[in-house]
């Protein structure tokens, strides 16, 4: 397992933006498929981006598809998510999360499959 760490949420407007962070230690976080998740008082955990570790491919959820863009920084062994647009109901506590490295890139989708987790970063917007 890999050890992360996100930083970066806080109280925005709506319209505003923020960029996550998260902040992997220990192995190069390139072998890594990486997911930022969100979960919101009485609702699931759920996946709102990934960025796979072997294609160049990214997934969104629809919500967020147009508005959110997840991207890495190999060198810095870290992954952001730059949210714009950002609107109350994206208010959450967002999660980043790996996979194990060199996993199979097809199962991005599947949370059980993520064996790293960051202790969560509060986002709330306002209207």
Aim: glycine residues 10%; positive net charge.
């Amino acid at each position: 397992q890999v050890q992360l760490v996100e930083s970066g949420g806080g109280l925005v407007q709506s319209g505003g933006s923020l960029r996550l962070s998260c902040a992997a230690s220990g192995r190069a976080f390139s072998s890594y498929t990486v997911g930022w998740f969100r979960q919101a008082p009485g609702t699931e955990r759920d996946l709102v981006a990934a960025i796979l570790w072997s294609v160049d491919m990214t997934y969104y959820a629809d919500s967020v598809k147009g508005r959110f863009a997840i991207s890495r920084d190999n060198a810095k062994n870290t992954v952001y998510l730059q949210m714009n647009s950002l609107k109350p109901e994206d208010t959450a506590v967002y999660f980043c999360a790996a996979q194990a490295p060199y996993g199979s890139p097809s199962l991005y989708r599947k949370r059980d499959e993520y064996n790293s987790w960051g202790q969560g970063t509060q986002v709330t917007v306002s209207s």
